[in-house]
């Protein structure tokens, strides 16, 4: 199991802190500060948003990803409208029903391969039900990276926004990793966000390199028609030391660090998917395009490596794992992993 000064593969959330970011965090300390956001920090951090996103962007910070999720979504629907989103989505997987005891609104799983949702998926929900029986749909949800490590190419993206508002849907961008899919793409989150369509998106910073906290961006600030700070506060969000989440944002935006801590974690998630290709026993089962690798192996070796290095189990009929890398990875992490790998299959 994962010790102290020992990198573990079970997911970015288990990254130390980025030292910029810490740094960021210390200066802010610094004398007393107005709370609930109305300070210089909030204000230099919304302004990055804005330098990335555009300037009609609408900024509402918030702890974790969950958290963000809820609130955004609870100012696009009504009770009795609901949101679409694929079945692995984690706003249906991992999330414990959050969203829908918030905002008594309802969350559709529909079926894919992939974890990627296409126009001809959602076509089916959108021809039955329209009477008071049933719950209407009103929001598109996907996440950019997808809960399998894969990719909405921007025409697929565009492809599926341009669907959506014909139809009369909002799409909402769950981008816990937009950061990493940004760097996998070769682009910038606004090119894979708002310049292909998208309505609203929760940019992740926990997962890259932060200590806590998401970003909710409203690319209309009239969508949320004034509820986004009410629910944000209902929604228990609403940091009354809010200089410390802002002051992470800012620094993060600075200088590209966004890109070059999601840029290094997929380097050492291709650098671990070349070391595994030669290892007898090991199939990855899903395209490698960001920071996870899924693969299948034998019960006991996973369990023998299990020993040195935690990881996550994602599907125990196969068995499928998953392996994470993140800001933090080093080159001889990533060897010192897959010799460990190599021995449990001995």
Same mark, same amino acid.
């Given at each position: ?34 709370? %609930?956001? $109305? ?6 951090? !919304?302004?990055?948003? @804005?330098?990335?996103?555009? /300037? #009609? ?27 679409l989103?694929p079945?692995?989505?984690h ?32 076509e ?16 598109v ?5 997808t809960e399998?490590?894969?990719?909405y190419e ?8 341009? %669907?959506? $508002? ?6 909402? !961008?769950?981008?816990? @990793?937009?950061?990493?899919? /940004? #760097? ?74 966004w ?44 369990? @023998? ?42």
């Amino acid at each position: 199991m994962t010790t102290h000064g020992v990198r573990s593969f079970e997911s970015d959330n288990a990254a130390p802190v980025a030292p910029e970011i810490l740094e960021a965090i210390r200066a802010a300390n610094d004398g007393d500060a107005i709370g %609930y956001g $109305h300070d210089p920090w909030t204000q230099r951090a !919304v302004r990055r948003f @804005r330098e990335h996103f555009g /300037a #009609a962007t609408d900024v509402y910070f918030a702890f974790n990803g969950t958290g963000a999720n809820v609130v955004a979504l609870s100012c696009l629907v009504k009770p009795w409208e609901a949101v679409l989103c694929p079945t692995s989505a984690h706003l249906q997987t991992d999330e414990c029903g959050a969203f829908e005891r918030f905002s008594g609104s309802k969350v559709i799983p529909v079926s894919t391969q992939d974890g990627k949702l296409r126009p001809q998926d959602l076509e089916p929900y959108l021809h039955v039900g329209h009477d008071e029986h049933h719950s209407q749909p009103r929001v598109v949800s996907i996440s950019q990276s997808t809960e399998y490590g894969g990719l909405y190419e921007p025409e697929e993206l565009h492809e599926l926004c341009d %669907y959506a $508002h014909s139809r009369g849907l909002l799409v909402h !961008v769950d981008g816990a @990793r937009i950061a990493n899919a /940004a #760097a996998a793409l070769g682009t910038t989150p606004r090119a894979i966000t708002i310049d292909l369509g998208a309505d609203v998106l929760t940019f992740g910073g926990t997962k890259n390199g932060l200590m806590f906290g998401e970003a909710i961006c409203f690319f209309d600030p009239t969508l949320p028609a004034g509820a986004a700070p009410f629910a944000r506060k209902q929604g228990m969000q609403l940091a009354s030391k809010m200089r410390y989440v802002a002051a992470q944002f800012e620094a993060l935006l600075t200088e590209d660090r966004w890109l070059r801590y999601a840029a290094h974690a997929n380097a050492m998630t291709a650098r671990l998917h070349e070391r595994i290709r030669s290892i007898a026993g090991i199939r990855v089962t899903r395209p490698v395009r960001c920071n996870a690798i899924f693969a299948t192996m034998d019960r006991a070796a996973i369990a @023998r490596a299990q020993e040195e290095f935690f990881f996550y189990v994602f599907d125990e009929v196969l068995p499928e794992v998953r392996w994470m890398t993140h800001w933090a990875t080093q080159p001889e992490d990533v060897e010192a992993f897959a010799d460990c790998l190599a021995r449990s299959l001995r």
